[in-house]
């Protein structure tokens, strides 16, 4: 059975920073991409970052994110991190964590039906 747990959400000043986990289990973890997404109250779902299955030498992330927002994976602890810097209030959200067997690409990282396994997210608060 595959499980993806995500952790290390909370409460952060905007300006702050904070470590999203995602330990996946049931899988062989290197033959994924991984995703990030997120959904703030009454918006829909957003893709945030994503990275290559294998090593993953390749990693994308939205334009809102990107020089603030960092995704990685270490195949050893079958987790994959996403570390946010210079968080502002409207990074407030529920973030996921997402399992695609295979490959991403930066045409189609994004897409939320491309994942097969979904974690139930943590919430991520940025006061002003």
């Known amino acids: 059975q595959v499980q993806v747990i995500e952790s290390g959400g909370g409460l952060v000043q905007a300006g702050g920073s904070l470590r999203l986990s995602c330990a996946a289990s049931?899988?062989?973890?290197?033959?994924?991409?991984m995703g990030w997404f997120r959904q703030a109250p009454e918006k829909e779902r957003e893709a945030v970052a994503a990275?290559?299955?294998?090593?993953?030498?390749?990693?994308y992330s939205a334009d809102s994110v990107k020089g603030r927002f960092t995704i990685s994976r270490d195949n050893a602890k079958n987790t994959v991190y996403l570390q946010m810097n210079s968080l502002k209030p409207e990074d407030t959200a529920v973030y996921y964590c997402?399992?695609?067997?295979?490959?991403?690409?930066?045409?189609?990282?994004?897409?939320?039906?491309?994942?097969?396994?979904w974690g139930r997210g943590t919430q991520v608060t940025v006061s002003s």
């Open positions: 049931g899988l062989t973890f290197s033959n994924y991409a």
């Open positions: 997402a399992a695609r067997r295979g490959p991403v690409y930066s045409v189609n990282y994004y897409v939320a039906d491309l994942y097969a396994f």
């Open positions: 990275i290559s299955w294998g090593g993953g030498s390749s990693t």
